[in-house]
């Protein structure tokens, strides 16, 4: 299979058993788009056919066409999610910079995950009782408390900071600290320490010290872990991060089912501190009724 610059096909060959093809993108071959999870793409028009949310940077005039696909030059840019620009260069940055939040603003708090994102739904609440590879391993037979909310959406979209606070962790797939949770970043809220694990990837720019507000965005959701694209939300007391070490005390995540009393020395439901939590998402509680009482 052979593309042209702006993805119509060049050549064809056999069969294709996938309809994942130019730049990875789902096709609808019915209507002649790509799906890029945010909004859908005409290859034959070389645009987008709904316009961005925001647009990035006035000051560029590349990006005053809110329809224009990669700034008009898909020879050196890819668009993953509909919403970054993505340069094919080891040298250059992953994507351009993009902070601000497709979400309506708030002083105070934002949700995670935009609520009309494809497919997006919560589907493990806090405090539900389960099982995940490994802790078999530690405890056998044992259950623990699902410490966090994971909510799911179709395709990488944005992550938002849901409190204003300062990046204090930015944890690789690589450490080891915690297996199978991806890319993770870890915000100092004050009385709450939020972690947003299971991301593909921080957002460009971002460092450790940053000073984020409610709705910045912090990365793209990744497929790490179980259940497919998600992104796995807590709130740990301050205990819970080793400011020694300068990361997340990794012993923490199990809570278990015979000791309740830990999941709420050890965090804050997410949902309590952040109501909307509960009415936003559909799919399963977002505190889980197997939750012990406070």
């Not at 610059?5 to 294709?16: C, F, M, P, Q, V």
């Not at 056998?140 to 959406?153: C, Q």
Request: one cysteine or more.
């Amino acid at each position: 299979m052979r593309y042209k610059a702006w993805g119509e096909d060049r050549y064809t060959s056999g069969t294709i058993p996938t309809t994942y093809r130019y730049t990875g993108q789902r096709q609808e071959a019915a209507l002649g788009l790509y799906f890029y999870d945010a909004r859908w793409y005409d290859p034959s028009l070389g645009r987008f056919v709904q316009p961005d949310t925001i647009q990035p940077d006035p000051g560029d005039p590349q990006n005053l066409n809110r329809f224009s696909y990669v700034r008009n030059n898909p020879l050196r840019f890819t668009d993953p999610t509909g919403h970054y620009i993505f340069e094919e260069d080891p040298d250059k940055p992953y994507f351009e910079p993009r902070r601000e939040s497709s979400q309506p603003p708030s002083p105070a708090w934002a949700l995670p995950v935009d609520p009309n994102a494809s497919g997006v739904r919560i589907t493990q609440g806090f405090g539900k009782l389960g099982t995940t590879p490994g802790s078999e391993k530690v405890r056998p037979g044992v259950e623990f408390h699902h410490p966090g909310i994971d909510i799911f959406a179709e395709g990488p979209v944005d992550i938002y900071s849901m409190l204003p606070g300062t990046v204090i962790e930015i944890g690789s797939a690589d450490d080891n600290l915690f297996p199978g949770f991806g890319n993770y970043v870890t915000v100092d809220c004050g009385d709450y320490i939020v972690t947003y694990m299971h991301l593909a990837y921080p957002a460009q720019g971002l460092a450790v010290g940053d000073k984020v507000k409610a709705g910045d965005v912090l990365g793209v959701m990744g497929d790490t872990g179980t259940g497919g694209h998600h992104v796995h939300v807590e709130m740990r007391t301050r205990d819970g991060f080793d400011w020694e070490a300068g990361h997340l005390r990794s012993g923490w995540y199990y809570c278990w089912e015979d000791q309740p009393s830990l999941l709420y020395a050890r965090y804050y439901n997410p949902a309590e501190v952040i109501p909307a939590l509960a009415t936003a998402y559909p799919g399963q509680p977002a505190t889980d009724p197997q939750a012990p009482p406070r």
